[in-house]
T-cell receptor, first 112, second 115 residues
Framework: KQEVTQIPAALSVPEGENLVLNCSFTDSAIYNLQWFRQDPGKGLTSLLLIQSSQREQTSGRLNASLDKSSGRSTLYIAASQPGDSATYLCAVVQTSGSRLTFGEGTQLTVNP | EAGVAQSPRYKIIEKRQSVAFWCNPISGHATLYWYQQILGQGPKLLIQFQNNGVVDDSQLPKDRFSAERLKGVDSTLKIQPAKLEDSAVYLC?????????????FGPGTRLTVL
């Protein structure tokens, strides 16, 4: 059974700092991995999707890496801003078209 | 392009009452998912449809939860009777047919409070 773990559970940083969020999964035979952002009381916004054959994806100040063999992914946020404050969720798909298995998220607070 | 639509956004009911949620996926998306997100946890899949057929309902509490997807488009999720532990956000997501990136797009969710 796939299990996804995110560390840390919560993180508070000053504005402008670069930061890394970690995600690990127990079964490395994944199809893809997605990083999501969730604002309080809102749905999930997809940030980045990495196929199993890829090593990383970038979007603006965000960079996500994937090391399938070790069961790890990281989300790097450069030059953090107060507007980045949210919960960040990592999720994996085992086979094409199947369910997402989520971690419990990292609650990020960026202080002005 | 319109996103995934859900209604209602909020619902408060008493335990043992019934409740229904509605989802309209992105046009052309054949796969539809219902997830349950309890406060402080990641979402957990309840049921997955491919067109109007059920692909995965292994984590659906079938004694009280039911779902249908008529004509392979809109879907409804029903809870009857509700329990206190059903208090959660119910998220609907959709994706294109199996194959390719299979990126899942989520709606805003329905927040259910059971008193």
């Amino acid at each position: 059974k796939q299990e996804v773990t995110q560390i840390p559970a919560a993180l508070s940083v000053p504005e402008g700092e670069n930061l890394v969020l970690n995600c690990s999964f127990t079964d490395s035979a994944i199809y893809n991995l997605q990083w999501f952002r969730q604002d309080p009381g809102k749905g999930l916004t997809s940030l980045l999707l990495i196929q199993s054959s890829q090593r990383e994806q970038t979007s603006g100040r965000l960079n996500a890496s994937l090391d399938k063999s070790s069961g790890r992914s990281t989300l790097y946020i450069a030059a953090s801003q107060p507007g980045d404050s949210a919960t960040y969720l990592c999720a994996v798909v085992q086979t094409s078209g199947s369910r997402l298995t989520f971690g419990e998220g990292t609650q990020l607070t960026v202080n002005p | 392009e319109a996103g995934v639509a859900q209604s209602p956004r909020y619902k408060i009911i008493e335990k043992r009452q019934s409740v229904a949620f509605w989802c309209n996926p992105i046009s052309g998306h054949a796969t539809l998912y219902w997830y349950q997100q309890i406060l402080g946890q990641g979402p957990k899949l309840l049921i997955q449809f491919q067109n109007n057929g059920v692909v995965d309902d292994s984590q659906l509490p079938k004694d009280r939860f039911s779902a249908e997807r008529l004509k392979g488009v809109d879907s409804t999720l029903k809870i009857q009777p509700a329990k206190l532990e059903d208090s959660a956000v119910y998220l609907c997501a959709s994706s294109l047919v199996a194959g390719g990136y299979n990126e899942q797009f989520f709606g805003p969710g329905t927040r259910l409070t059971v008193l």
